[in-house]
């Protein structure tokens, strides 16, 4: 089992409803979020690109924020899942430094926290809050090892990207481009 | 147990189980989902969205403490297909924002100035029957009027109609979507209804003019553009600016604003010169079409080049893409259209090029809606007003259909031509100082009332100048009218409270009931509480509260002989029009002395070092309404202006730079905005997100942050077909202090 999520950049429109929805489900507190929404322009009017990208902890296979974890607060779950034993964690922040993406914070409890790929809601068969209120559907969440997941076809017959792939972290979040 | 530590347990616990063996399929949610609900920790109770008219069906889920918890969509909504957008899934925020209005509030001070006392709900409820009752006696009921946007506003509708008076205006019509269901009702006898009847899902080819989907949150329109996309359909947006949308599309046109009506005219010439308008479909159900091709010969796209900077082989290779679609092509007629005067004209020519694409009743195109014929609770006949709004404003605006909110405020303020100028305004949930135009029309208007009543959830603006305001409760604490929306499937949808409601709130329901009742008109709303009223209304459709409880959305079988594609599935239709068919050359237009066939009308420029002000929506927000929601506002706390780097230059503009903005009449924006320069933008534009700028100090979130575009706009385009107020004909320049003159 390797857990992983595609978003669409073609159908994303940054609505933000990913973000919001995590807010709720998982209670990240006001002023913090564990995803969020990127935008980049290219070119000069009139010849415009824009891709929007939600964003997230990338769930890394090869994870430099598990690596620097004094207490092994941060580790691999069932699924390839990283998350973060709050009571083991000492807040030192060690974590939030390697991480190339930005993906944490430190919760006001003291802890770090940061996208949990909604373990609790997936054990249950489940979507991630965000890929269940999408809109416009345009993430795909499941089981890399499995052929025939939709992540799996979908990676198999679309173009797409991760993100800064050359810190050799193994992410495994993607973007349909 | 808080939740967090449930998330913690059920990591540990149960979940080692289902990792070994895995028997669920994410691709198949929807069929898992009842079953997966956390009925554990959690309950749900059915809900409709109110933080758009969209009103998605949804859940709310409350903890065990009977916390409000999230909201999700309900699947078996049409509206909504299970997916709420970011606003509806933040209305949580709407009931955990500790600004909100706590309790009744009688004015002691000046007008505007937010000087009040705490009232009971009776001291409340007699102050506002007796003002009522005085304007009858000396004015007689129909000076009073209601300004609604929402759901409550139908219980304080049958309020003012059982007191005499019927001029109920929704700032969404004169100010909004009016004069789209003007121009449509012109040439098909029928206007778009909200929700819209545009069949995005099966379509091939959208044309968006002006409409910004994605950043314009309609959830049904968003989620069908994607599923169309993934189709194969094609978009083609035309806009000054670089919208979300316009980045997805095969063609973008970045029109030179004020220009639409020029490439329609121009689209027309091409799919009728080219012989690629559906023949059999115009010659079955149209009328006026030599009119109409002898009206466009001379409008070439050379012509529309000229004045749209289009280029014509542009403008010719749209209109091919069109016709190859059609008939499942969409040419959207969008919603916010109020811009420059000649709207209704402008939105005529949409449904003219539609009706030439064959797409009005087709699969694809226009579909025909449904819905459930829903008796109410039976009260006595209404009262028969002597005069209504519309004798405010003799021989003008002959096509409007509904009040015009910016028309009942203009004939408030006290003038010798009118012998009786309205005297008491109800304003339900609409924050008019932001959504009518001119503000310091609104504020005479205003200072010449005898009664203000302000029913809100939030302090806004308006609120500071009611006399009283009552509190009312958020959607999320209250039952409402059984939703019953026109769409594909005919459905109805209940809301029911999920908490008990906070502080001193009340339901719009018990308010309107409570009034009535003080002035002896209680026996028109002879129900018992709210529930009794819907269980009986639900009866009548054969259902119950038990069984809207368990649903909250129930589906209906359309009739037969009413089909969804009747240009399809029947072999003769008549139009409700004067012709009975789809008028290209409108006789109901004529006959009231408007132009039958639309035509180009050149609009006012920016002057000299001003940039024409375009405004619109960001998903995260709905207006005023959502600006002080802790959860909305976390997304998005203030406006920016968009400047582009050319004009960003000219005036050596940092990025997140402050300044103010003053328009054409040298009104400047009461608080200083952020620059964002941007590509996205054209040169001789500006563009703002709506609904930011709040000077009520009350909003603790909201306050001073980013700038009112409502207050730039002092310049009105009035539509004289049906009185809508064009509101893009505003132009600003920027300046770096409030108040001293710049010289630039
Ligand atoms: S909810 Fe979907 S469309 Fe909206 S920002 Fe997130 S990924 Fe994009
Ligand atoms: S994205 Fe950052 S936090 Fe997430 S696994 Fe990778 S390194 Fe760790
Ligand atoms: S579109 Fe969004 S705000 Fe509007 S009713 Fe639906 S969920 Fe609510």
């Known amino acids: ?177 | 147990m808080n939740r967090r530590e449930f998330i913690k347990i059920a990591g540990v616990g149960a979940g080692s189980l289902a990792f070994a063996t895995p028997l669920f399929d994410f691709s198949k949610e929807e069929i898992l989902a009842p079953d997966a609900h956390p009925g554990m920790y959690s309950k749900r109770t059915p809900t409709y969205c109110e933080i758009c008219f969209w009103k998605c069906a949804g859940w709310v889920h409350t903890n065990d403490k009977g916390q409000i918890w999230k909201i999700t969509g309900n699947n078996d909504d049409p509206h909504s297909n299970g997916r709420l957008c970011p606003r509806g899934t933040g209305g949580v925020g709407m009931y955990t924002d500790e600004d909100r209005l706590k309790t009744p509030l009688i004015r002691t001070g000046e007008r505007g100035k937010q000087v009040f006392r705490e009232a009971t709900w009776d001291e409340a409820f007699t102050y506002i029957a007796d003002g009522l009752k005085k304007i009858a006696e000396e004015h007689g009921p129909e000076c009073v009027a209601l300004f609604t946007h929402g759901s409550g506003g139908k219980y304080f509708g049958d309020l003012i109609k059982a007191y005499g008076s019927k001029n109920i205006a929704a700032p969404s019509y004169a100010q909004c979507r009016g004069p789209r269901e003007v121009g449509f009702i012109a040439t098909y006898g029928e206007g778009v209804q909200s929700p819209e009847r545009v069949d995005i899902r099966d379509t091939r080819c959208l044309v968006l003019i002006g409409s910004h989907f994605g950043e314009n949150m309609h959830n049904g329109p968003v989620q069908e553009i994607a599923q169309a996309t993934g189709k194969g359909a094609t978009i083609i947006t035309v806009d000054p600016r670089f919208s979300t949308v316009a980045s997805k599309s095969k063609f973008w046109l970045p029109i030179k604003p004020a220009t639409d009506m020029a490439l329609l005219l121009a689209w027309m010439h091409v799919i009728i010169n080219e012989d690629l308008y559906d023949k059999e479909y115009i010659e079955k159900y149209a009328y006026g079409f030599e009119d109409l091709k002898a009206h466009v010969a001379q409008m070439t796209p050379e012509w529309a080049y000229g004045i749209t900077t289009i280029k014509p082989e542009v403008i010719r290779e749209t209109a091919r893409e069109m016709a190859n679609a059609s008939p499942r092509v969409i040419v959207h007629p969008g919603r916010h259209v109020t811009w420059y005067g000649d709207d209704t004209q402008r939105l005529r020519a949409v449904a003219m090029l539609n009706a030439l694409l064959g797409s009005w009743g087709r699969r694809g195109g226009y579909y025909y809606p449904a819905k459930v014929s829903f008796k109410s609770f039976p009260h006595p006949a209404f009262p028969k007003p002597a005069r209504s709004w519309k004798d405010a404003f003799p021989g003008k605006y002959k096509l409007a259909g509904l009040a015009l909110a910016s028309g009942i405020c203009d004939a408030t303020v006290p003038s010798s031509e009118r012998d009786c100028s309205f005297k008491g305004w109800i304003v339900n949930g609409t924050n008019l100082i932001h959504t009518l135009p001119n503000q310091e029309n609104t504020l005479k208007a205003i200072d010449a009332l005898d009664l203000m009543v302000v029913i809100d959830t939030m302090p806004m603006e308006i609120t500071g100048y009611a006399d009283v305001i009552l509190p009312e409760c958020t959607y999320l604490e209250r039952y409402d009218n059984i939703r019953v929306g026109p769409h594909r499937e005919p459905t109805i949808a209940l809301r029911m409270p999920a908490a008990k409601p906070k502080y001193n709130t009340k339901p719009a329901w018990w308010m309107a009931k409570g009034i009535a009742e003080k002035m002896g008109l209680g026996h028109y709303f002879a129900w018992k509480d709210i529930e009794e009223k819907l269980e009986w209304e639900l009866k009548q459709v054969g259902s119950s509260l038990e069984e809207m409880k368990r649903l909250g959305v129930k589906k209906f079988q359309r009739d037969d002989d009413d089909p969804l594609y009747p240009m399809e599935d029947l072999d003769d239709f008549e139009f409700y029009t004067n012709t009975g068919k789809i008028e290209l050359y409108s006789t109901a237009m004529e006959d009231e002395g408007y132009d039958p066939l639309p035509k180009y009308t050149a609009h006012e420029e920016p002057p000299y070092g001003y940039y024409r002000l375009i405004y619109g929506r960001a998903p995260m927000h709905t207006f005023s309404r959502t600006a002080n929601n802790p959860n909305l506002t976390d997304l998005m706390d203030e406006n920016s202006v968009w400047v582009n780097p050319k004009v960003a230059q000219e005036w050596d503009l940092k990025n997140g730079q402050y300044l103010w903005l003053e328009n054409q009449d040298g009104v400047v924006s009461k608080t200083p905005i952020k620059v964002r320069i941007t590509e996205r933008i054209r040169f001789d534009s500006v563009y703002m997100v709506h609904g930011f700028g709040h000077t009520n100090n009350k909003l603790t979130r909201a306050y001073g942050r980013g700038a009112s575009d409502a207050d730039l706009i002092t310049k009105v385009h009035i539509d004289p077909v049906m009185g809508g107020t064009g509101m893009r004909g505003n132009f600003v320049t920027f300046r770096f202090e409030a108040g001293k003159e710049l010289s630039s």
């Open chain 1, 1 to 177: 089992m390797r857990y992983a999520m595609a978003v669409d950049t073609q159908k994303c429109v940054g609505c933000n409803d990913c973000v919001v929805a995590c807010q709720t489900e998982n209670d990240v507190p006001i002023g913090h979020c564990r995803d969020w929404i990127v935008e980049v322009t290219t070119g000069t009017y009139p010849d415009l690109g824009l891709e929007i990208r939600s964003e997230r902890c990338n769930h890394c296979a090869n994870a430099p924020c598990v690596r620097t974890c004094p207490t092994e607060a941060s580790h691999y779950a069932a699924g390839g899942i990283v998350l973060v034993e709050e009571d083991e964690c000492i807040g030192c922040k060690a974590c939030i430094t390697s991480c190339p993406y930005d993906a944490r914070f430190i919760h006001p409890e003291g802890y770090v926290d940061k996208c949990t790929f909604c373990i609790h809601r997936v054990e249950k068969g489940q979507n991630p809050a965000c890929v269940s209120v999408c809109p416009t559907h345009a993430m795909i969440f499941g089981n890399l090892d499995d052929p025939n997941s939709d992540i799996s076809k979908a990676m198999a017959t679309r173009k797409w990207k991760s993100l800064i792939p050359e810190a050799g972290t193994e992410p495994k979040v993607f973007y349909l481009l």
